[in-house]
């Protein structure tokens, strides 16, 4: 009976925390991405075995490897933040790959971003450009949390900002 109601008891905690996690993902302002980059990863350790030594270089002259590894990328899970700022009315029209909401312009970002995953940081932060479903172009401030099992799990957290406005702002203050 004591290790039943124990066993209840660490239940009952771990469906609160994961009440809470859920809760902060869907009510901050902020756009939160759930994705699954375990594909990218392999394809990072098969161009190691290749020989690419130097990652950005090998992505900066390929643009057809850099496409290939963001389709890669699988989104699980978005917020209402995100439905906003990407223009979406439910979350399954972003769900899947982020050809989406990539463009051209898009591509020195995701370059950065393989790089840090290559480099084994476990943070990554950088401004870009986006589009939305309609295509209208955003300025975006991505920060990506790479946890330290991330060759376990294949997870990332991807928060995005539109700072749209400010770099509108520092354009009319520079003319």
Do not use: C
């Amino acid at each position: 009976a004591r290790d039943i109601s124990e066993r209840r008891m660490m239940e009952e905690s771990l469906r609160q925390s994961e009440q809470r996690y859920r809760n902060i993902f869907w009510d901050v302002s902020i756009s939160i991405w759930e994705e699954d980059i375990s594909g990218v990863l392999e394809k990072l350790e098969l161009l190691r075995l290749a020989g690419v030594s130097d990652l950005r270089e090998f992505l900066s002259s390929n643009q057809a490897a850099v496409i290939d590894l963001m389709r890669e990328i699988k989104v699980i899970d978005v917020n209402d933040a995100t439905l906003d700022l990407y223009g979406a009315s439910t979350k399954e029209e972003l769900l899947g790959s982020l050809d989406k909401i990539m463009n051209p312009a898009s591509l020195p970002t995701f370059i950065e971003l393989v790089a840090a995953l290559a480099e084994g940081r476990t943070s990554f932060e950088v401004e870009g450009l986006n589009q939305t479903l309609k295509g209208d172009t955003i300025n975006v401030l991505m920060r990506i949390s790479m946890p330290s099992n991330i060759y376990h799990s294949g997870r990332i957290l991807v928060s995005i900002l539109n700072i749209t406005d400010r770099k509108k702002a520092e354009y009319k203050l520079r003319q």
